[in-house]
């Protein structure tokens, strides 16, 4: 499972996995009824740049993820995992990431707000030490947040690292089949300057 930092470019894929849920999952991910497709376009298409989407990966799909909202000293996260994949422990450690994330950007508490039927979300906002507060048909759930230290830059940058060689490897991958395949490499040759020596 791969979990790493989604990319302004990569967005449509975040929406794409948020239009997966069903009408239910919706309701409580947002926190109320009616979220057409339209409205998740619209909610990605404002997201700030300063905000962070962490992304979990099966394979090469998306499967969950948590968006991070910056607003002074206060980090507010929503979470969200497809409905095959709720039993593998992914929101508790996007929700471990993005704790690190806010830390690291001297965030002083992390803030979510759910639904108060939504089992799955205060569970884990307690599970993940937050505190739970229920007023309203609503349930608010703090975390007083440390300092950075070591642990969570250390933690941001391997799974920044990671990425990047996941990435890697892919791209190597994919140059190895083109060679092996004898397809047409000539552009590839000349743009490494190989293309004398071949």
Not at 156 to 175: P, Q
Request: aromatic share 6%; proline share 3%.
């Amino acid at each position: 499972m791969l979990i790493r930092r989604l990319y302004i470019h990569e967005r449509a894929a975040y929406a794409a996995h948020l239009k997966r849920l069903s009408p239910e999952d919706r309701r409580l991910r947002f926190a109320r009824s009616g979220v057409a497709d339209q409205v998740i376009d619209d909610y990605v298409a404002t997201i700030g740049v300063e905000d962070l989407i962490l992304a979990a990966f099966a394979e090469d799909d998306l499967v969950g993820a948590a968006h991070v909202a910056l607003t002074g000293s206060l980090a507010e996260v929503g979470v969200s995992v497809d409905e095959g994949h709720r039993t593998d422990g992914i929101g508790s450690k996007l929700l471990r990431q993005a704790a690190a994330f806010a830390r690291n950007r001297r965030a002083e508490k992390l803030y979510t707000l759910c639904l108060s039927d939504n089992r799955s979300m205060v569970a884990l906002a307690r599970r993940s030490g937050m505190t739970v507060h229920f007023e309203g048909g609503e349930a608010e759930a703090f975390l007083e947040l440390p300092p950075p230290d070591t642990v969570t830059v250390t933690e941001e940058i391997s799974s920044g690292l990671f990425a990047v060689f996941h990435d890697w490897a892919e791209m190597m991958d994919t140059y190895s089949t083109m060679l092996v395949e004898n397809a047409a490499v000539s552009p590839l040759l000349e743009a490494t300057g190989l293309a004398k020596t071949a």
